[in-house]
């Protein structure tokens, strides 16, 4: 990888874990202290895995589920298997969303979604119980994930 493609990646990691509350740079020191040949996609994982459990142990779904969706986005792009981790994002965001009260959701299709996403529009009008999401997500629908760019990103709303 060229250096500077190398930079800009370790400058949109850095952004990214920023706005989750991380400290990159403390925890890439104490990582390179360890391996200094470590790359920078192996200290965004490492970093967003020790950010996972610190939130997973205070019951922050919202964090929980944030987190889990740049996984899913970091699984797509070294092309590894990423439709069990977008489901746990799923049930990271119904939990989220049920602990705020909420019992029913419905599917929102993304506005900007580029090709036909014919199962979340199908589902639009459907009412979901959160008890029953939690359990077996709905999304993402298996017609809906795409190898190379991962789920749509139609999302879960409350019924309120
Ligand atoms: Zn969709």
């Not at 205070?58 to 797509?76: K, N, P, T, Y």
């Not at 077996?136 to 629908?141: F, G, I, V």
Request: charged share 25%; glycine share 6%.
């Amino acid at each position: 990888m060229p250096l500077t493609e190398e930079a800009t990646r370790h400058h949109d990691v850095a952004v990214t874990l920023d706005g989750m509350g991380v400290d990159y740079g403390k925890v890439e020191a104490r990582i390179r202290a360890k391996d200094p040949k470590v790359g920078p996609r192996d200290i965004y994982w490492a970093t967003l895995n020790q950010k996972l459990l610190a939130v997973l142990r205070v019951g922050d779904w919202g964090s929980v589920a944030r987190i889990l969706e740049a996984q899913v986005d970091e699984l797509v792009e070294r092309g590894k298997p990423f439709l069990a981790v977008a489901q746990e994002a799923s049930k990271a965001e119904l939990r989220r969303l049920n602990h705020a009260g909420v019992t029913e959701v419905r599917i929102i299709p993304y506005p900007s979604h580029s090709g036909p996403c014919s199962a979340c529009v199908a589902n639009r009008d459907r009412v979901f119980s959160i008890e029953a999401e939690i359990v077996s997500p709905t999304l993402p629908h298996q017609t809906c994930v795409d190898a190379a760019s991962g789920p749509c990103d139609c999302w879960y709303a409350a019924i309120v």
